[in-house]
């Protein structure tokens, strides 16, 4: 019945030096790869929109970051005379703050000593909470910009991600739920299960189940809009703001708001193989079982080989890979994409996406406890209520009436925020 | 954090809670009103929470009671925050309404209801 | 002096500063930042004291949600400029300050004072009860009724905070 006092287990590296070599190979590793990305982003770019992209420093201009960031930094630094100096100062630091806290929890491998920095008992919720903070560098920069379309930037960053926050936080919900962990290590750990329990040769992934799709979806559309990316990116819509928050900033202020958004993309590529695709397997095959297999088959040589790929060395490079993937998967919805509309996003974030992240965890819920076949009475029963209401809806108010636009009311802040830039 | 004795958090708590006090007496912006009630509010949670660490009553060992005596500190903790946030979210509405129709919001004009 | 009092008394010094700046402060966004300030650094102190849920739902609620909307609130009011309100007079706000040193002198003197003499500096509570499976196992026992009447709660406010923000023309 208690026994969940004695759950504090102790960590095997738990000395101040493994501590400093977990931080400094993360640290190492981010601030190794951001500028390989920003490369990887216009390269990508570029291939999506048929040209070349830059290719002349270094072979294939992969040196085209570094001499962008020594271009950044010996440029002048302005500061405009009217901004909120002290703000203005902090905001960019305050948005690097939760891009790199966030790796704290992000389990790379199975080995424990060397990642994650802090296996903490309530990493999901940790994620939640910093990625929640990571708004406050966009909203001060705005603010403290003083400056219309910056502070409109500001504004609109700030009601995206509290929206957005909240399908984030329902579809983490499914996920704890399921496991009965919040500890990332724990997720990634039961996705090395059997897949839906019956299939040994294959791993759980939870992008595999029904439940863990649907929620894997709406993570990876909520994750987009928490980091302000294509086609979520209006705090920083150049054709309406230019550029919003970061209007007024340029040199090395504006390179860390750029490198803070780079290191928040790669952060949750990797919380999102972590919580869905399997962490640091490479496929979702029972790695261990195979070998076993390829053993009893008296083939020792692919039995030694199986047993690497799904083995803790090579761990890290399929979690980097899938981190990758995830960069790309980035990339490609930015050049596919076209920005949303304001009220589109707002439709979108508490029409859409939290009523089915919200039914998505009524579900989990009720095949936890009760098993398929309840829960497939219960969306029987749900799924005749709906078609009575749309019958009772559809009879009581002729199609014609009823108008084809709903965005023609747009929410009540949309106009707020004008008569802030009116004043 | 060993060796801190209870009654330093108290104290912390006590200031926290004074400085909220005046905020609310002289300030007459009713979103900075609003604000230093969730500082008093998070005063009386850090009480909770340090009396809950340093002083919950022990019973019989072992049983099912005992343990949720020691968690009645923190689950008043997650009430107030459950209550705060209901408040936050229907004040904040209400101050914005009183802002639509008046577009001010010092607080002593809001006398239309004074009979 | 050992570690953990000098990280208490930093965390202390910070908190009491930052509440002091919401309520000095000039403009209402630095105010809203100083108590986000304020907010950030209690979550560490409960962290500090093994609550590792409620400071991690500190961060979250109140960093996170709930002061974001303040700042939201105060910048869509416009709210940012220092001059839109009049500060009371001087002998009123020393009236106040005199009136808060007044409760910290009184609470401190008869309540926290003869505690002083019988509460030690060890804590009494069990391992490992600030952990989410504890708060969650006491939460969905004990306290059942407390949590749907929060619950309920909530609801009301969502419903409540629509309706007062509606436009109703």
Sequence with gaps: MLSFLSAVEANSGDTIGWALLRIGIVLGVVLGIVPGLIWWERRLLSWFQDRIGPNRVGPFGLLQPIADGVKLFFKEDITPATVDRLLYFLAPAIALFPAFTIWAVLPWGPDRRLTPIADVDVGVLYILAISSLGVYGLFLGGWASNNKYSLLGGLRSAAQMVSYELAMGVALGCVILATGSLRLTEVVQQQFEPLWGTVPWMQNWFILTPWGFVAGVIFLITMVAETNRAPFDLPEAESELISGFHTEYSSMKFAVFFMGEYATMFAFSGIFAALFLGGWSPLPFNWEFLAQRATDANLPWLASALSFVGGPIAAPLWMLGKMFGGITF???????????????????????????????????????????????????VLFLLYINVVLYVSRRRPKDTVPKVQFANPPASTEATIEVTRS | ???????????????????????????????????????????????????????????????????????????????????????????????MAIFRLRHDVDIDEMSTMRG | MTLTTFAFLVMAVVLVLSAWGVVVAKSPVRSALSLVVNFFVLAFLYFGMNYDLLGISQILVYTGLIMMLFLFCILLLNLGAPDTLFEPSLIKRSLAWFVGGVLVLAVSSQVIGPMATWSTSTPTAPEGFGQAASVGQSLFT???????????LLLVGIVGSILVAKRRD
């Excluded at chain 2, 007496?25 to 009396?51: G, H, Q, V, Y």
């Design chain 1, 330 to 380: 980035y990339i490609w919805l930015r050049a596919t994409l076209p920005r949303l509309r304001y009220d589109q996003l707002m439709t979108l974030g508490w029409k859409y996406l939290l009523p089915i992240a919200a039914l998505n965890f009524v579900v989990v819920a009720i095949w936890m406890q009760f098993g398929w076949a309840a829960l497939f009475g219960a969306l029987a």
């Design chain 3, 142 to 152: 004990g306290w059942v009724y407390g949590f749907e009447i929060a619950s309920v």
């Design chain 2, 1 to 95: 954090m060993e060796g801190i004795p209870l009654y330093a958090y108290l104290l912390l708590s006590a200031l926290l809670f004074a400085i909220g006090t005046v905020g609310v007496l002289i300030k007459r912006n009713p979103i900075i009103i609003f604000m230093c009630i969730e500082l008093m509010l998070n005063a009386a949670n850090l009480s909770f929470l340090a009396f809950a660490k340093y002083h919950s009553a022990p019973l019989a060992a072992g049983s099912l009671e005992q343990w949720q005596v020691h968690m009645t500190g923190q689950m008043a903790v997650v009430f107030v925050m459950a209550v705060a946030a209901a408040e936050v979210a229907v004040g904040l509405g209400i101050i």
